[in-house]
């Protein structure tokens, strides 16, 4: 999926920016200070009935305090990003009430009902979906959608025994294979529901989707009213329970 999140391409390009400008910063002042020390050395063992031309030391000097401002040009530009930034976390107060669709493969199970959705990116011929409780625990696993392409599962919260699960954040795992047995890599899971906080933790913007609290810069998409045509719980079948170690592997 594109990610057209404002707050993530922020941060994304002033990290690469800074990152950037400290490695060029440090370059620049080990060059510097080599180059001081040749030339203290070279004038202090000049010749004294032959000096040494210092017009090409006056145009080494200016090449360093030219680079020297374009790194400070970087700077400021990486200081405009940083607001640009900040500025794109404040907006995030807009999510509120909105409904929005985060990268994450962690969902709260709340009154028998939580949801997810997964997009293969090439047909598979088999899938399942691998269910785990907070403690890492595999507590059901359904056959899933085989096409490319993005699926929704809505599962019931019980497991392959029909027993009802407790309310909490549970995991999805999809694990595909092509045709030819190889494991798909590269499948995204995601979660959705009404954004019904915001808030500011170290610098970074956390929203509330669904009742769990994931950073602002997973949300992939926003839209005013809720998703289509709710999909009925899936129960976890009990024969796939002996197929399960083969399938997590």
């Given at each position: 999926m594109t990610d057209l999140n404002p707050i993530a391409q922020a941060q994304q390009a002033a990290a690469s920016v800074?990152?950037?400008?400290?490695?060029?910063?440090?370059?620049?002042?080990?060059?510097?200070?080599?180059?001081l020390t040749?030339?203290?050395s070279q004038l202090q063992n000049q010749d004294p009935l032959s000096p040494m031309d210092s017009q090409e030391f006056v145009s080494q000097l200016v090449q360093?305090?030219?680079v020297e401002q374009q790194i400070?040009?970087?700077?400021?530009?990486?200081?405009?990003?940083?607001?640009?930034?900040?500025?794109a976390?404040?907006?995030?107060?807009?999510?509120?009430?909105?409904?929005?669709?985060?990268?994450?493969?962690?969902?709260?199970?709340?009154?028998?009902?939580?949801?997810w959705s997964y997009e293969l990116p090439q047909e598979a011929s088999s899938n399942q979906l691998?269910?785990?409780?907070?403690?890492?625990?595999?507590v059901g696993t359904i056959n899933g959608q085989t096409g490319a392409g993005e699926h929704r599962l809505v599962w019931d919260g019980t497991d392959g025994q029909g027993n009802?699960?407790?309310?909490?954040?549970?995991?999805?795992?999809?694990?595909?294979?092509?045709?030819?047995?190889?494991?798909?890599?590269?499948?995204?899971?995601?979660?959705?529901?009404?954004?019904?906080?915001?808030?500011?933790?170290?610098?970074?913007?956390?929203?509330?989707?669904?009742?769990?609290?994931?950073?602002?810069?997973?949300?992939?998409?926003?839209?005013?009213t809720p998703p289509e045509?709710?999909?009925?719980?899936v129960t976890p079948d009990p024969s796939d329970d002996e197929n399960e170690p083969e399938a997590v592997s």
């Open positions: 800074s990152q950037n400008t400290t490695t060029s910063m440090k370059g620049l002042s080990d060059n510097f200070d080599t180059f040749l030339l203290t360093f305090s030219s400070q040009s970087t700077q400021a530009i990486m200081a405009l990003l940083n607001v640009q930034a900040a500025l976390q404040l907006s995030s107060v807009d999510y509120i009430g909105k409904y929005a669709q985060v990268e994450t493969s962690a969902a709260m199970l709340s009154e028998g009902r939580a949801e691998v269910i785990t409780n907070a403690q890492g625990a595999t009802t699960l407790p309310d909490g954040v549970y995991t999805l795992e999809v694990v595909a294979f092509d045709a030819d047995g190889q494991r798909i890599n590269g499948v995204t899971v995601t979660v959705g529901g009404r954004v019904t906080g915001v808030e500011l933790n170290n610098g970074q913007a956390i929203v509330e989707v669904g009742g769990m609290k994931v950073p602002a810069s997973r949300i992939i998409r926003l839209r005013e045509p709710q999909t009925p719980p």
